[in-house]
Each structure stands twice: as C-alpha cells, then as structure tokens.
C-alpha cells in the first residue's frame, strides 16, 4: 500500500463493485487508460488500482477501475468509500 501526496485528481463517485472486485465509477473528466487510483484514508491517498477502461459520454464518462491484487472488494465496500481520485496523468 502506497501513500502519496495529493496531487492534481479527477474525482469520480463509485456507481457499483462487481463481484469480481472491479469497480464502476463516474466522473466529470476523461482519464488516461493505466492511470493510477486512488482512495483517501485519514487525508492520504492510499494507491488501489488503475483505471482498466473508460466509457460512455466524454462529459460524464464511466471508468473502470482493476484492483491491485493487495487491495480487496471488500476493503472498499467496509470503508463505505463512495469516491475514489484518479491522478490527472499516467504514471508508473
């Protein structure tokens, strides 16, 4: 688990947790495939995942977003975590 600074976010709100873990979200702005997610905990961002896809109107789109494999579909859904912040570019 990493804690970074914040840094320039999008944020989107969580729609719905699959089963499978992968999460759907939206958002006002479009971001890059592979770009990193994620979640505040106690005012830090705590890295969760990466944005698999992004879909639906340019204005409001959809992501996806995939797990790190650390990181548990039932981590976020105890937490209550209705947003998640998806860094304005890809990094690695």
Known sequence: MIF????KWYKFSIHKIAHDGLIV?????????????FIEVEKKYLKIGKVADAFGPVEKPYITVRLNSEIKKSDIEFKKIKD??????KTE
């Open 84 to 89: 998640i912040y998806v860094a304005a570019t």
């Open 25 to 37: 979200a939206r958002g006002t702005n479009l971001p890059s495939i592979g770009a990193p997610v």
């Open 4 to 7: 970074l600074p914040r840094q």
